[in-house]
């Protein structure tokens, strides 16, 4: 698949990124933002909250709406459409339909993460990113006249981030959050959590940079990162800021369930009482907390690749399956400006990574 490289001012890699994936973009305008199953749900309540959304990109990183803009003419499509195709049109609108079902199986599982100490001392941060593929335009480089130079999966048209490296050595992973019904309002006041890792992977140099970007500005959003000092930062970003995840002797797991009763607690403060486990969180994470009760500190970058990868259909916690888009890997400590993607076509062993300089 190989990886496209952007570059210039936001505008500039915008059209670049339009007019290099004018057909996937313009099939994810038509199939899903204009789809007759979702378009009619755009009410007026909904375009008022992207509207809000984009006033907050405006106010503070408006870059990113220049670079939607360039999307648009490049891929000869409305700029609206691309707006609404990177706030979620399908779901955020409240639509409940997945149009991704008609043309191929949902996941049967979700995004998993994991932080270990490397035999030689150092970090190693690898993670699956679980969605349908069709979304994607296959990672992709930007190298802003501004910020750092990143590597990330932006479903095709669109300007997020999800799992990702930069070239600072900062790698950043997600998972979904079961985080149960926060209410209109409150989802109105939040930051996209896509555009939200977008522009931390753009902006933050080290751990400690993310975490006081989720300090100022609130998702909602699993999430983990190690910087280039060796420095790792694990918590469940919530509506109301960060929780964070103790991290013991170099190492932590995070999929999409909550972790800390203690944040369960406080979610039900607020109101929001239907927290629930994602079906296959638990024995995704029971396999990655046994693998590191075993293996920290003990096993090569290569061994890691190997176990996180491995695609046993048996095995019920497997982190690689029929719904993983991609499979990563950062050692930044060693290589800060390297970037091992597994892509689709070559998921099995580590013999399927790829390294991309970031």
């Not at 979702?38 to 408006?62: A, C, G, H």
């Not at 997945?98 to 599982?109: A, H, K, L, R």
């Not at 990702?164 to 979904?176: A, F, H, K, Q, R």
């Not at 690689?320 to 991609?326: I, R």
Request: glycine fraction near 8%; charge should be negative; include cysteine.
């Amino acid at each position: 698949m190989g990886i496209n490289t952007f570059s210039g001012s936001h505008k500039e890699i915008g059209i670049q990124y339009g007019k290099a994936l004018k057909e996937k973009i313009s099939d994810n305008v038509n199939n899903i933002i204009l789809h007759p199953r979702i378009k009619p749900y755009f009410t007026e309540r909904y375009k008022e909250r992207v509207r809000k959304q984009v006033k907050m990109l405006s106010d503070n990183w408006s870059w990113l709406l220049e670079e939607m803009e360039g999307v648009s003419i490049g891929a000869g499509v409305e700029y609206e459409d691309i707006v609404y195709l990177n706030y979620r049109g399908w779901y955020g609108s409240g639509s409940g339909y997945n149009i991704f079902s008609e043309v191929e199986p949902e996941p049967d599982t979700s995004c998993s993460q994991m932080v270990v100490t490397l035999v030689d001392g150092s970090l190693a941060h690898t993670a699956a990113l679980d969605d349908l593929a069709s979304m994607y335009c296959g990672p992709i480089k930007i190298v802003p006249d501004e910020g750092y130079r990143l590597i990330t999966f932006p479903f095709s048209g669109t300007s997020i981030g999800d799992d990702g490296m930069n070239s600072e050595g900062l790698s950043v992973s997600i998972s979904s959050q079961s985080a149960g019904d926060m209410g209109m309002d409150i989802y109105d006041s939040l930051l996209s959590q896509d555009i939200a890792i977008r522009i931390i992977l753009q902006t933050c140099k080290t751990s400690d940079d993310v975490r006081n970007f989720c300090k100022e500005h609130y998702f909602v959003y699993n999430l983990t990162s190690i910087d280039a000092n060796g420095d790792i930062f694990c918590a469940h970003q919530t509506y109301f800021g960060p929780h964070e995840i103790p991290v013991h002797d170099g190492c932590v797991s995070l999929t999409n369930h909550i972790y800390d009763d203690g944040l369960i607690y406080k979610y039900s403060k607020r109101g929001i009482h239907n927290v629930t486990d994602h079906e296959t969180s638990r024995r995704r994470n029971g396999r990655l907390v046994e693998f590191l009760k075993e293996n920290n500190k003990k096993r090569t970058l290569e061994q890691v690749m190997d176990f996180f990868a491995e695609p046993d259909a048996n095995d019920p916690g497997r982190t690689n399956h029929v719904g993983t888009a991609y499979i990563t890997m950062a050692n930044p400590q060693k290589n800060r400006n390297m970037y091992y993607i597994m892509e689709p076509e070559n998921k099995g062993k580590n013999t399927g990574y790829i390294g991309y300089e970031v």
